[in-house]
């Protein structure tokens, strides 16, 4: 029970490491705001986590890259339960194509939410965090922000901006007894993968050393040590939870 009586903001939870997310932190004896902008796999997502007796949750839906929406939302699940101990900034998308092929709409979407959402929902939760001088923010970057990707451009370049934006935060906040660390995942078996071509994820299973992609949990693990008072002297960090993919 290392997240007992803290209250926890999961975007893109009713995903695939998500959900995984969201079940360590219930079992864990976190609140879980659970927000998503899929209204129908956030239905789903709350009639399977009470099937499991995982109950101390409620379901918001959000766009985060939509900061209206983003202010509202935020204010809601502050007023509903009085704090906000942990931000997990996990929503995310991909609209893979190469530099030549890649459209500006294609480039600009995939910023939207992978960056400007995170900024947009940092901003608006850190202030509850500076009210209580405590709290933990978490977000995810990726193998591709750290080195790049072949296809990813648009990717690539929103999650090394997450890492800017969480050496920064962890500069801006530290005084505020508020952590801020990034965990950059590998290539993890959820839908975002699933939609690749079977041989592209074969040729990417050969280039782990760990011989195996990586699973929701090892993702949500990680998510949970950061989130935990375990993890208080880590600040500023980006944590490779990858099987060493890239070393
Ligand atoms: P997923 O596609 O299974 O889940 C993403 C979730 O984010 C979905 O539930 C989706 O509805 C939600 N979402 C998308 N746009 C949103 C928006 N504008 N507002 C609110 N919610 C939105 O993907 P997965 O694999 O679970 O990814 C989670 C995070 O991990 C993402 O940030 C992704 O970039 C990152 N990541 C994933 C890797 C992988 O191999 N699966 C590798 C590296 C990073």
């Known amino acids: 029970m290392r997240l007992q009586q803290k209250v926890a903001i999961i975007t893109g939870g009713s995903g695939g ?120 923010i978490i977000n995810t970057t990726s193998v591709s922000g750290v080195h790049g990707n072949f296809g990813q451009t648009n990717y690539a370049a929103s999650k090394a901006a997450v890492i800017g934006m969480t050496e920064t935060w962890a500069k801006e906040l530290g005084r505020h007894n508020i952590n801020v660390n990034a965990v950059a995942p590998g290539f993890t078996l959820t839908p975002m993968v699933k939609k690749m071509p079977d041989a592209v994820i074969e040729k990417m299973t050969k280039m782990i050393p760990l011989g195996r992609l990586g699973k929701p949990e090892d993702i949500a693990n990680a998510y949970v040590f950061l989130a935990s008072d375990e993890a208080n002297y880590i600040h500023g960090h980006t944590l490779h939870v990858d099987g060493a993919i890239i070393m």
């Open 17 to 136: 490491i998500g959900q995984a997310t969201v079940r360590r932190f219930l079992q864990e004896g976190a609140t879980v705001a659970i927000v998503d902008y899929d209204e129908q796999a956030l239905h789903q997502w709350a009639t399977q986590l009470r099937t499991e007796h995982l109950e101390s949750f409620e379901t918001y839906v959000l766009d985060v890259s939509s900061l209206d929406h983003v202010q509202k939302v935020i204010t809601q699940i502050a007023e509903r339960f009085g704090t906000i101990d942990i931000l997990v900034n996990n929503a995310g998308i991909t609209q893979d194509a190469q530099l030549t092929k890649m459209t500006a709409e294609q480039f600009q979407h995939v910023l939207e939410v992978n960056t400007t959402g995170v900024f947009y929902c940092t901003q608006q939760v850190v202030p509850h965090m500076i009210a209580q001088q405590s709290g933990k």
